[in-house]
């Protein structure tokens, strides 16, 4: 098996579906919504990246064909499940392109839960089975559009607590203060590319590199959006042992004399480090370079560590006051926290930096598997649905509607209950919401195809993506 044979990239259940689906069935039309979760919103992005690697063009061929039957047929014990004329009609018709339409809204909008972002259906009567049968891939969208929606709920409480003590001059950096550390924590380097690209949609600091890969490629980014600085990480800091750490700490400065340079500090003892080695030794040294030393704590409880280093820090390096009147170091000098960051320590982080006096705009942060990896399809709720399908030429609104029993034991609707009919996303009065399809006509559809038969019909640049998103 290999991920490019798209034959075999659905759940196994889903290839008797031709068979289960009733007789005369001849359109299948499903949607995509984020049904709640998390966050009240969520930033649609990703998909172009899924049709451009898997869906576009002629992907269903007699190679890729032999190779899924001799899969399939061992999955499923039986030949009476996997149907390959199916696949053959597609090649033979339709030359191996897919006959599906899939309308989405721009990637980048900010959608708020609870309603469509995209729908799908076969353009062909013959392949009604095609539009769910692409759910396992085409669902999987939900990894870019959670990573993209969780980045920027952080930069909303980043900007806050920027509007609260930073001076308007620090605003230029806020896109820096988020920085995905999360490459090594990824399930996959895809994973790492797709999701650390979701990530650059708010922010422009990153170490993972796939990111940014996946940005140029499959967005056309003019150049790398994901920008980095050297860094020393424990094996450069220990390797002369506790009494080599001060002569690490000169070699760092003397390697990269100017720009911005950052140096984990923790290896034995971060407040000596900060007071001892930084703040005195090489406090001259420091404050006359032309860039920025970013000091890195590593261990230890955040907020207690962060609020002892900059009190070690403010007193051997000074401070400025800005005119919020909170305390600025001299801009050589600043800190930056990787260790537990999450959408939920952040916030603490800011708060107890605020009420100590001191600027948000000393601070920025790393953020690994919580922003690559501690999420899933139900951060916010994401399903794709059957709304709609026709029989024997009569069209069907399709709706599930469990019913189910809480914890005290009474029966409610469950907030699965999906949406029927064609669909349209509309905005009303600057707010978004799903109407069926020909309801209030003077309002236009905000989806539009992006996909038809095989050809990607409308794309998106990266800078298109990111101003679509902007706060």
């Known amino acids: 098996?290999?991920?490019?044979?798209?034959?075999?990239?659905?759940?196994?259940?889903?290839?008797?579906?031709?068979?289960?689906?009733?007789?005369?069935?001849?359109?299948?039309?499903?949607?995509?919504?984020?049904?709640?979760?998390?966050?009240?919103?969520?930033?649609?992005?990703?998909?172009?990246?899924?049709?451009?690697?898997y869906l576009e063009g002629e992907v269903i061929t007699k190679e890729k064909l032999d190779e899924a039957e001799s899969t399939l047929l061992e999955v499923f014990g039986r030949t009476d499940v996997f149907d390959r004329s199916r696949f053959e009609?597609?090649?033979?018709?339709?030359?191996g392109r897919?006959?599906?339409?899939?309308?989405?809204?721009?990637?980048?909008?900010?959608?708020?839960?609870?309603?469509?972002?995209?729908?799908?259906?076969?353009?062909?009567?013959?392949?009604?089975?095609?539009?769910?049968?692409?759910?396992?891939?085409?669902?999987?969208?939900?990894?870019?559009?959670?990573?993209?929606?969780?980045?920027?709920?952080?930069?909303?409480?980043?900007k806050q607590y920027y509007d609260d003590t930073a001076s308007a001059a620090a605003y230029a950096g806020i896109d820096f203060v988020l920085n995905d550390f999360g490459f090594r924590g990824a399930s996959s380097v895809e994973s790492a590319g797709i999701g650390g690209s979701a990530h650059l949609v708010s922010f422009a600091g990153s170490d993972t590199i796939p990111g940014?890969?996946?940005?140029?490629?499959?967005?056309?980014?003019?150049?790398?959006?994901?920008?980095?600085?050297?860094?020393?990480?424990?094996?450069?800091?220990?390797?002369?042992?506790?009494?080599?750490?001060?002569?690490?700490?000169?070699?760092?400065?003397?390697?990269?004399?100017?720009?911005?340079i950052a140096c984990v500090s923790d290896s034995y003892n971060i407040f000596r480090a900060c007071?001892?080695?930084?703040?005195t030794e090489l406090k001259e040294q420091i404050l006359s370079r032309d860039g920025t030393l970013v000091i890195r704590p590593d261990s230890g409880d955040p907020v207690k560590t962060l609020l002892a280093i900059f009190d070690i820090l403010m007193k051997k390096f000074g401070f400025t006051t800005n005119e919020k009147g909170y305390k600025v170091l001299p801009p050589q000098v600043r800190v930056i926290q990787g260790d537990g960051i999450s959408y939920s320590s952040i916030p603490g982080i800011f708060e107890a930096l605020k009420n100590a006096g001191i600027s948000a705009e000393n601070l920025v942060l790393g953020m690994g598997g919580a922003l690559l990896q501690r999420v899933n399809r139900d951060t916010q709720e994401f399903a794709l649905k059957c709304a709609y399908a026709e029989v024997n030429g009569k069209g069907i609104n399709v709706q599930k509607m469990p019913v189910e029993m809480d914890a005290s034991g009474n029966l409610r609707t469950s907030f699965k209950k999906s949406k029927a009919g064609r669909l349209k996303?509309?905005?009303?009065?600057?707010?978004?919401?799903?109407?069926?399809?020909?309801?209030?006509?003077?309002?236009?559809?905000?989806?539009?195809?992006?996909?038809e038969n095989g050809v990607i019909t409308r794309s998106y640049t990266f800078e298109e993506v990111r101003k679509a998103a902007a706060l």
């Open 1 to 53: 098996m290999t991920t490019e044979n798209l034959i075999l990239l659905a759940d196994a259940y889903k290839y008797s579906h031709h068979k289960l689906y009733v007789p005369g069935t001849q359109l299948i039309y499903s949607y995509l919504e984020s049904r709640g979760g998390k966050f009240d919103e969520t930033v649609f992005y990703g998909l172009q990246y899924f049709l451009k690697a």
């Open 89 to 95: 009609y597609i090649i033979s018709k339709h030359g």
């Open 98 to 158: 897919l006959p599906v339409r899939i309308k989405a809204v721009a990637e980048g909008t900010v959608v708020p839960v609870r309603n469509a972002m995209m729908t799908i259906e076969n353009t062909d009567p013959e392949c009604f089975w095609l539009t769910n049968f692409l759910e396992t891939l085409l669902m999987q969208v939900w990894y870019s559009c959670t990573v993209a929606s969780v980045s920027r709920e952080i930069k909303k409480v980043v």
């Open 212 to 260: 940014s890969v996946v940005a140029k490629k499959y967005y056309n980014a003019a150049t790398a959006p994901g920008l980095s600085i050297p860094a020393t990480e424990h094996s450069i800091c220990t390797l002369l042992g506790e009494a080599g750490e001060l002569d690490i700490f000169r070699h760092v400065l003397n390697n990269f004399p100017t720009g911005t």
């Open 275 to 279: 007071e001892e080695y930084w703040g």
């Open 425 to 451: 996303l509309v905005k009303d009065n600057g707010s978004f919401k799903t109407l069926p399809l020909h309801e209030s006509p003077e309002l236009e559809d905000v989806m539009h195809t992006v996909f």
